[in-house]
């Protein structure tokens, strides 16, 4: 069966698009009307670098099994679609156009897959316990999630890391760390019927008898996709400093003994919401990969260039924290921070 997926941003969207479009689904993004224009035109590329190869492959749109569109948010008729992927960074889905946009998806009861940072809040009401209400302070716009059904929104943990290269078009995608999205399953059977399905049809992907890297992983536990949420505060954000953006590299090894904190802090937290140890990624595996992040995240790399809002995992994590009375000194630190020098930047743009 071919389904029709819905993606919500270009950019790191088109890596989970084009592993779909490999397997044979049809994908549709949703973007800018310039870029929709020229992906309409021109296709996507992604590289990515296989296992035991030491340059990396591109992957053009056009060369694959599904048919690749592109549309702006207006022109979307979520209805006509199976799944909808959620690509954007948090703070775009406040834009006129798209939160018109998630209007009609959540009228439309379509399942919608994030692989966002900030998880939707839809989603973290299905957690037993968490007052979603409390939280809505680390959100740019909590109105857009409201009308979502709860059981039809999930969460991937975006542990693949790509970027746009400066000097690329906007078609293109850089993968950096090819590693899986890990993906919750959604309250619905019929909806994780179909999740299971793209799992298999990901999986199933051959390039010259060869595995080709970057998978979709579902698990029963609605927790997996918290492991990230350790990753990011002890590298992503810590990249985030008064003056210059450093390297995820850098800030997990320069004080590993505070990096180790931080982590196990915020796996700690995520043990009390219901993880359990196996949802979770050890410390020293995740401290291993950190040595090949030689750029800062992007969110220091949005702030270092001006941005006024970026997600704010942070900040989440520290409510969440402080609603139970768990809290830590280098998280409480690092949103300081973070507010720090978006304040800055807003100070600049006013």
């Known amino acids: 069966m071919t389904y029709r997926i819905l ?16 397997a044979g689904h049809d994908v549709t993004l949703v973007c800018r009307s310039e870029t929709a224009k020229l992906i309409n035109a021109e ?18 749109s056009a060369d694959m099994p599904g048919r690749l569109t592109a549309l702006a948010p207006e022109d979307v008729d979520p209805s006509e679609y199976d799944l909808v992927g959620l ?41 037993s316990g968490l007052h979603t209400a409390n939280l809505e302070a680390s959100y740019t716009n909590p109105r857009v999630w409201d009308g979502f059904d ?8 975006p542990d693949p890391q790509a970027f746009r290269p400066p000097e690329e078009k906007p078609n293109v995608l850089h993968v950096g760390l090819p590693t899986n999205f890990k993906a919750a399953e959604f309250g619905r059977p019929e909806a994780n019927d179909m999740l299971r399905k793209l799992e298999a049809d990901i999986s199933a992907i051959r390039l010259d ?14 927790f997996a996709p918290l492991a990230k949420w350790s990753m ?13 953006p450093r390297s995820i590299r850098d800030a997990v090894h320069s004080d590993p003994d505070a990096s180790g ?26 401290a291993r990969a950190a040595e090949h992040l030689l750029k800062p995240s992007s969110a220091a790399r949005a ?20 609603d139970i009375g768990y809290v830590n000194a280098a998280v409480e630190d690092t949103v300081r921070t973070v507010d720090m020098t978006l304040e800055r930047n807003q100070m600049k743009a006013a």
């Open 261 to 286: 904190g931080v982590y196990a802090y915020v796996d700690g937290l995520a043990q009390h919401l219901g993880a359990a140890p196996e949802d979770l990624v050890p410390y020293e595996k995740y």
């Open 232 to 244: 990011l505060l002890t590298g992503n954000y810590r990249c985030i400093t008064s003056t210059e």
């Open 150 to 157: 709860p059981d039809l929104v999930t969460l991937c943990s």
């Open 87 to 127: 690509a954007m960074q948090e703070p775009q889905y406040g834009a006129q156009s798209i939160w018109q946009l998630m209007r009609r998806i959540a009228v439309a009861r379509v399942p919608c897959l994030s692989i966002m940072n900030m998880p939707p809040l839809p989603y973290l009401k299905r957690i």
């Open 209 to 222: 008898g060869s595995d080709v890297p970057v998978k979709l992983r579902v698990s029963e536990s609605l």
């Open 7 to 22: 993606i919500l941003g270009a950019s790191y969207g088109s890596l989970l698009g084009t592993k779909l479009l490999m």
């Open 303 to 322: 702030v270092a260039a001006g941005a006024t809002r970026i997600e704010r995992v942070d900040k989440l994590v520290q409510l969440i924290g402080q």
């Open 43 to 60: 296709g996507t590329e992604v590289c990515i670098k296989l296992k035991g190869e030491d340059t990396h492959r591109l992957f053009r």
